[in-house]
Every structure is written in structure tokens, then in C-alpha cells.
């Protein structure tokens, strides 16, 4: 999809979004998703599935079946190298920088060598009242854990395959 397309395309569903009054938060306890999900959804960084569509519907009265149907097609993920200028995400980009070396080594002390999954992933707001009664905000990455695994080359299915055919 065209940039142009998909900014179009974002820009009428965040339009239908604020039509609504509603928040994301409300959103996501109507559709059963996470908060995060929904705004990925209506910004074209997620794949609205099948069986989400009804929720959706009923939530957002003004999505037109163009609407969905655009939402159902596997998205361009990108996003505006300007968007680090914006001070909440370069905050956030500021945080896991900060501690993310800590947290790497949390991670590979917990579960050994590996990462979080960016695709097998969860992500949510939420507001807090902290203990001196200021409001928080408690963001929660939770991803599914992938081991790094050893290359052996008896393993590689690509290189197996390949003997097998020389072979023939």
C-alpha cells in the first residue's frame, strides 16, 4: 500500500474513532482486545482478523465495509523517522535505551540466551494512582520468549535438503 493510501485510509479510521467519543481503553473492553491493539488496528500497523470484525463493527458503527475490508489486509508497517521528535515516544525510546541493558541481562539470567518476540506480543496503557496519589502510566510489553539455538548443521533443514538433491 502507497504511504499516501494508508495515511488516507488511517486518517478516515481515526476519524470514525473520534466520531465515536470513544477511547481506546473503551474500545479495547468492547472488542475484547488490548488498548494498544486497537489504536495498531485503526493506524494500519495490524491485520484486523476475521473474527474480530463483528466486535469491531459493533463498537465502531461508522466503519464502512471499504474500512474493514482495508483493515483486513495485511499492513505496511513503517512508521515516521520523525516520530522520535514526538516527547512521549522519545521517552519511551528513552526508557527501554536507559534500561535495556538491564533488562537484557534480566531476561538472559531468567530464561538464558534469548529475546522477547515482537510478533508473539502484547502491549497495553493503563492508568495508575501511585502511591502519592499522582497518576502513572504503566506500560506492559509482554512477549513470548524465543530461545537463541545453536546452529548444527545437522539441523539446517535448507543444507539437508540440498544434499539430498545433490545426491539424486
Same mark, same amino acid.
Given at each position: 500500500m502507497e504511504a499516501a493510501t494508508k495515511q488516507s485510509v488511517t486518517n478516515r479510521l481515526l476519524a470514525v474513532k473520534s466520531a465515536s467519543g470513544k477511547t481506546y481503553s473503551?474500545? =479495547?473492553?468492547? +472488542?475484547?482486545?488490548?488498548?494498544? /491493539?486497537?489504536?495498531? #488496528?485503526?493506524?494500519?500497523?495490524?491485520?484486523l482478523k476475521p473474527d474480530t470484525v463483528p466486535k469491531l463493527r459493533q463498537a465502531l458503527p461508522g466503519l464502512t465495509d471499504e474500512l474493514i475490508? =482495508?483493515?483486513? +489486509?495485511?499492513?505496511?508497517?513503517? /512508521?515516521?523517522?520523525? #516520530?522520535i521528535q514526538e516527547p512521549t515516544v522519545y521517552?519511551?525510546?528513552?526508557?527501554?535505551?536507559?534500561?535495556g541493558e538491564s533488562i537484557k541481562e534480566i531476561i538472559n539470567e531468567d530464561f538464558g540466551d534469548g529475546i522477547m518476540s515482537a510478533i508473539d506480543f502484547y502491549c497495553s496503557v493503563d492508568k495508575i494512582k501511585?502511591?502519592?496519589g499522582n497518576n502513572?502510566?504503566?506500560?506492559?510489553?509482554d512477549g513470548k520468549y524465543l530461545s537463541h539455538s545453536e546452529q548444527r548443521t545437522e539441523n539446517m533443514v535448507s543444507r539437508l535438503n540440498l544434499r539430498g538433491s545433490t545426491s539424486e
Open positions: 473503551q474500545l =479495547a473492553t468492547e +472488542t475484547g482486545l488490548t488498548n494498544v /491493539y486497537v489504536a495498531q #488496528l485503526l493506524r494500519r500497523q495490524a491485520q475490508g =482495508a483493515m483486513m +489486509t495485511p499492513p505496511w508497517r513503517s /512508521y515516521d523517522p520523525n #516520530l521517552r519511551l525510546n528513552e526508557a527501554v535505551m536507559h534500561f501511585g502511591v502519592d502513572r502510566v504503566v506500560v506492559t510489553f
